[in-house]
Structure formats: C-alpha cells, structure tokens
C-alpha cells in the first residue's frame, strides 16, 4: 500500500540531489554558494622529462566576495595548495598576481575577487619514465564578504606526457600578465623610526609618477594596512610613510614588496605591479606586547576567522569516541528512537499488523526480517548519499533531506493520506487500481519492507539527540566504516520489532484482535495528522506563509479527490474528475510556492523571561566578538524540523533557573538555525564533532569548548554554568 506514496516521496529528493551533485564538475571542480574553484593545467609542449609544465587554481568569487594574497592584510588567510605528485615531479611556488586592497572601515585587506588563477610550476625531473602525470590537490581558501566562509577542495587531474595541453592557455597567459614584475632594488631604501616605516623606492615605471599607488609587504603583520598614510613623488622616486604594526612579531633585514597602481578598474588581480626586494636602513624600535584582550569587536571577528576559529572549534570534552563506541551508541540509539514523536505514528501502524497475525509465527519472522531490511538498508542509502554529496563539495549534515521544501511536502502529503485511511475517510483498495492495491494483501512481506524504508525517512532527522557524537565521528571515518556506524543505526531502530517477530511470547503479551482495532486504527489518525501540522510549521521556516497555504490548498482537495474515489456511480466519475481537475490547476498555478525557498527574514533577537536576556541570531563574527568582550557564549544549533530541538527550546532552555544563572554570569546566548541548508553552520557543527541537530555548546575565551548532551537537563545546564 506504501509503493506509490513512498515514490511520490522520495522522488523530488532525488531530484534535488542531482542537482547538487551537478554543481560538481568531475574532480576538477568544487562549486560553493561563494566561489567557483577549478584545477587548470598548461603544457603546451607536453610533460616529458625536463620540462616545466604549469597547474594553477582558478578562483571565480561571486560578487562582493573575495580571497586572499599571500599576506592578508589585517585579518584573513592566504590560500593553501598541498600537491600530491608523482616521484620525479615537484611543484614549485604560487606565481601570485598582484592583489587589491579591500578596505573595511578601519580596516583592510590584500586578496582578489572576480576571476583569479594562482599558477604553480611543476617540474618534471629527467628521471621521470610515466606516459602522464597525475596531480592530486588539497586546496583550501576562506571566502569573505562582511562574513568568512572557510572553504576547501580535493581536486584532480591527469596530464599527459605526449601532445599538448593548451586549453586554458589566455588564462595562464593573463595570470603571468598579472604577475608583479621584478625587479633590482638599486638605491630603493625602507627605514624604521617610532610607529612609522619610511619607504623611499627608485626605478617605478615611469608612467606611474605623480598617480598614487598602493603599497603590499610580503611580510605579515609588519604595518597596519587599513591606518592612514601619506605619499608623495619627488622627481623619479617615491615615497611613503605607512604606520607600523606595534605588535609586528618580525623586524627583516630584507623587506620584499610589490607597489602598483592605486584603484585599478575591473575586477580579479590588481593592476600589474613590481616586486622589489628592499634592504632596511637603521633599528626597528620595539614592539609593543599584545593586548590581553581586543576592544575593537570586528578586528576580534576578522583576527578570529584569521584564525579558523570564528567558531571556537573545540573537542568536545572528555576521551574521543572509538569506532566500537560508535556501533553500540548507534545501536542503542536507534532503539530509542523508537520512543520518538516522530516515529510513533509509523509504529502504530505495525502495532495493528502485529495483532492482526499474532497466531501467525511464520509471517511474523518474515515480516520482522522484511521491516528490519527496509530500515537498515534505507539508513545505508541515506548515509551512503550523505557521504557521496560531502565527498563531492557539498556542506551537508544528518537530516539534511527534511532541508529540501520538496521533501517535506511529500512527508506531509504521504501523511495525510495514511491519516485518511486510518479515520475510515477511504480504502487504498476502492480508490487504486485492484492489481496494486491488492499487493499488501498478496505479499504483507514486502509491504513490511516499504514501511521500514517509510519509517527510516520520518526517522532519520530524530536520531542526532541520542547519536551526536557517533555520526559526527561516523562522517570522518573510512566509507565502510561509516555505513557500518548507519548500518547499526538501522538495525537498533529495527531490533524491538525483530524481536517480537522472532520470539512468539512478545507478541502473546498483546491484546487479542477484536474491536478495538478499529477504535485504535482510527486513534492512530490523529499523530498523523499532528505530524502533517508539524510538517507543515517546518514547510512555513522554508517556503513562507505562501508555501504553507499553498500546500494546505493542495491537501484539501487532494482529501476531496481520495474520497471522491470511493464513491460509486456517476457521482464518483463527476466529484473526481471536478477534484482532479481542481488539483491539476492548484498544482500549476500555486504549486511553486511549496517547493519555492522564501527569501530569509533577517534574524531578529527573541526575549526570554528575564529581562535583558535574549536569544540573538548566530553568525560566526557576532560568536567572536562577543568572545573578544569577555562574555562566555552559549549557543543553541536547532532546526525547525528537529522535534527534540523544540522541546529542549520550550522546556530546559526556558527554565528560568537556567537563565536566572546564564543572566548572572553574563552569558550571551545565541541561536543557529538550520532549519534550510547553511554551509557555515554545517562546518561550526563539524568543528563541534556534529553532523546533525541538536548541539548545545558553551564557549570561553581561551578555554576548551563544552559540547552540552544533546537531551538537554536543567541540571546539565546549571552544572555547566556553575564552572564559568
């Protein structure tokens, strides 16, 4: 009876799944919301022995967003390239284009936007004998707009020894065009005195003299970038005088730098400037001992993603979880997850089935073997997916699926229908065709199997309260290993059921078939109707109030239609063709509204029954600078979709004992939703050890991260509170 609700079901997750998998070019490319990055290659010659061939990265930013040079300026990260060759070739430097200078207040800035390649030679020894090279590439980069994003891609290419690889050729060549050109210091002078570095430079183009230019030391950290400073031309030679950093950590001999023009048009590189190694003249002046803590709350965000720890990444306390932990807390977490809100209507279901063969020992073990194949082959499918989207560039977590408006309007759809059927409104058999609608009876087998798969679908997003910590260590371990860790999940979920098939004194302990299987049966419709409103508050977080109505539109006439279909005569050919008709045109004229994303309401604070205290929405930089303050940060990763999420929310996390004591230590508390896909919070649930909601965590400066148990106590809370 479930077949053709469970296609209807998965097939627009399928759908959407292909087209995050489209984003990803083969293994040349990785696709993010921020940047496009792709593997290039220039062999023109071919690769034989002896020759330089080139490999570059080229970055194409989305607008406002950018990357960093090799020195970032006040705040950012270069981007990292770790080659993996074959013996007998070696990579060379990034041959870096000149960057631009990206103020922000303050403030700034050395990096890139639009389109960038950073080439790197690989040299191919005289001893190398293989008919192609094969280069593999870990890159990472941090992608900024006001916010940073870390981003990272495992890349791949193969180029071969004989005949030439020239296609991206204009690319390399505008790269090299991009490059600084170097050249001899000759009398070019840089001297130090109290706060201040003296740059007098001879030999600039000559075109340059009297346009202002802009000034990028190699070296990090040694003047103050986005600070005020003067310039000026005397004849040939140019000079400057640009702050010092007064907690620079190196005082060179040898300054390398690149100058060039100031306010270059277009996008990507700078204008192309020139590298001069300069040599310093007199004594740097002392360096001033950092600050114990930073006043300035962005510099403290941008120093913070600077650092990859916008997010505080901490272990989680306490030893690391191992591969056998993680079995036995997947098993046992999936037989709780039987006691879930979010599985009991499925469970009701086979309640009845067990009734209704208790004196059938054989069709019992069947089934049981039937329903626990179907759970714990759609928990490897779903994680199987998981890992193959992550491995192809996507940010992704467990109960990723309930993220994707198509896939909860399916799950509220399916729902309805079953309530239906369960209120007595009509039989599966008076409104399908008898073939299909006779196969639960022909084979209840099978039928156990789908409702397996049917409960793993609803199941899946609730089993992160009792397996946090083995699904984040299951999404880093080898494939085999991580499905087995999915793999045990299912099999707990299936093992209560399995058990009752396999050992006739369980399923003697029920009550015998009679009447009340009707009143039970129609009983059992109403969790799936409160599931269906429950669907429909999450659909509400994704599509807005349009999507919601839309929906509810759709499922009222779609109740007409599967009523209409049990009526006989004329009336039944008149009311379904009139609802069929009605839910056609419903479908293609509201029907987008469902599956269309609402554009996100900026987050707004919510109060708490403490006056001052309120819940204010996450990001990484707001996180960071609250840190910077001083303020101990509690942080709630919840979704809309996550039942547990919202108990904790309504119940631990309201309690005013709680925040009586999070007022008086003066926590900060802010709220990370997932509800819809958000590569940031996917990686601050990563860096936790997390893969799904929810994850309550309390941060300090410069002490270890406290990962809270995701079935939030009072007690959990003040105990953890008290240690501030």
């Known amino acids: 009876m479930l077949l053709a609700l469970l ?29 496009r990055a792709e593997l290039l290659a220039h062999a023109p010659q071919g690769a034989a022995p002896g020759q330089t061939v080139w490999v570059g990265l080229q970055l194409s930013h989305q607008p406002h967003w950018h990357t960093y040079w090799k020195n970032s300026g006040d705040s950012g990260l270069p981007t990292e390239l770790q080659w993996t060759l074959p013996a007998g070739v070696s990579a060379g430097d990034i041959a870096w284009p000149t960057p631009r200078k990206f103020p922000l207040g303050t403030l700034a800035n050395y990096g890139f936007d639009g389109t960038v390649l950073l080439p790197v030679p690989l040299t191919i020894e005289p001893g190398f004998t293989g008919t192609h090279v094969d280069v593999k590439l870990y890159a990472a980069w941090l992608a900024c707009r006001q916010e940073c994003i870390p981003e990272e891609g495992h890349f791949t290419l193969r180029i071969p020894v004989q005949g030439s690889t020239a296609l991206h050729g204009m690319a390399f060549e505008a790269a090299f065009a991009a490059a600084p050109a170097s050249q001899p210091a000759a009398d070019s002078t840089l001297t130090p005195e109290a706060g201040w570095l003296n740059v007098s430079l001879a030999g600039l183009p000559a ?25 000026a031309w005397t004849g040939e030679r140019w000079t400057a005088r640009v702050p010092l950093s007064p907690h620079r ?62 997010t505080a990444p901490a272990a989680p306390s306490g030893p690391p979880i191992t591969l056998w932990a993680a079995l036995l807390g997947a098993l046992i977490g999936g037989a709780i997850l039987n006691l879930m809100p979010c599985v ?43 890992l193959g989207l992550r491995a192809a560039g996507e940010q992704l977590g467990w109960g990723f699926q309930l993220q994707s408006p198509g896939v909860v309007a399916a799950l509220a759809v399916l729902f309805t229908l079953i309530g239906l059927n369960l209120a007595g409104l009509f039989e599966f058999g008076s409104v399908l065709p008898s073939a299909v609608a006779s196969l639960q009876a022909k084979n209840p087998t099978a039928d156990a199997f789908l409702t397996g798969v049917l409960a793993t679908a609803i199941a899946s997003p609730c089993t992160a309260p009792f397996m946090g910590a083995s699904l984040g260590l299951a999404i880093g371990l080898p ?35 009679g009447a009340w299987m009707n009143t039970f049966r129609q009983l059992m419709a109403f969790p799936m109707f409160a599931t269906v409103v429950w669907l429909l508050w999450v659909l509400g977080q994704q599509s807005g109030i349009d999507g919601t109505a839309a929906l509810l539109m759709l499922l009222v006439v779609l109740a007409l239609l599967v009523w209409a279909l049990g009526l006989h005569g004329k009336s039944r050919t008149v009311l379904a063709g009139l609802s069929l008709a009605g839910l056609l045109w419903l479908g293609w004229t509201v029907g987008p509204n469902v599956t269309r994303m609402a554009d996100a309401a900026p987050g707004a604070a919510v109060a708490t029954a403490v006056d001052g205290l309120s819940w204010q929405p996450w990001s990484p930089e707001r996180q960071a600078a609250l840190l910077a303050e001083g303020r101990p940060v509690f942080v709630d990763f919840t979704a809309a979709w996550c039942v547990t999420c919202q108990y904790n929310k309504r119940t631990t996390l309201a309690d005013a004992s709680v925040l009586t004591d999070m007022a008086a230590k003066n926590v900060a508390l802010l709220r990370a939703d997932w509800t819809r896909r958000d590569p940031t919070v996917t990686a601050a649930l990563a860096s936790l050890g997390r893969n799904g909601v929810p994850v309550y965590a309390l941060y300090r400066n410069g002490q270890p991260t406290h990962v809270l148990s995701e079935v939030l106590s009072v007690n959990d809370v003040r105990t953890a509170l008290g240690s501030l």
């Open 7 to 35: 296609i209807a079901l998965l097939a627009p997750h399928t759908a959407q799944s292909q087209g995050l998998l489209s984003a990803t070019a083969g293994t040349t490319v990785v696709q993010t919301e921020q940047v």
């Open 344 to 386: 009991f209507p499925v469970l009701a279901i086979k309640v009845l089935a067990f009734a209704k063969h208790a004196d059938d020992r054989s069709a019992h073990r069947a089934n049981g073997l039937a329903y626990t194949a179907g759970v714990v082959l759609s928990f490897l499918a779903l994680g199987g997916l998981l």
């Open 479 to 513: 494939t085999a290993q991580a499905l087995a860790v999915f793999g045990m999940l299912g099999l707990g979920m299936a093992l209560p059921y399995l058990a009752a098939s396999w050992w006739p004194a369980i399923a003697r302990a029920l009550p015998c078939p």
């Open 249 to 310: 950590a190196d005082s060179p001999t040898q300054v390398p730098l690149v100058v060039a023009l100031a306010n270059p048009s277009g996008s990507g590189p700078g204008s192309t400037g020139v590298l001069l190694d300069v040599p310093v003249q007199g004594a740097w002046p002392a360096a001033a001992p950092l600050p114990a803590a930073v006043p300035d709350a962005l510099q403290a965000a941008l120093d913070a993603n600077a650092a990859r720890a916008a």
């Open 207 to 231: 075109a340059w003299r009297g346009q202002p230019l802009e000034f990028f030391p190699e070296t990090a950290g040694l003047i103050e970038p986005g600070a005020a400073w003067t310039q």
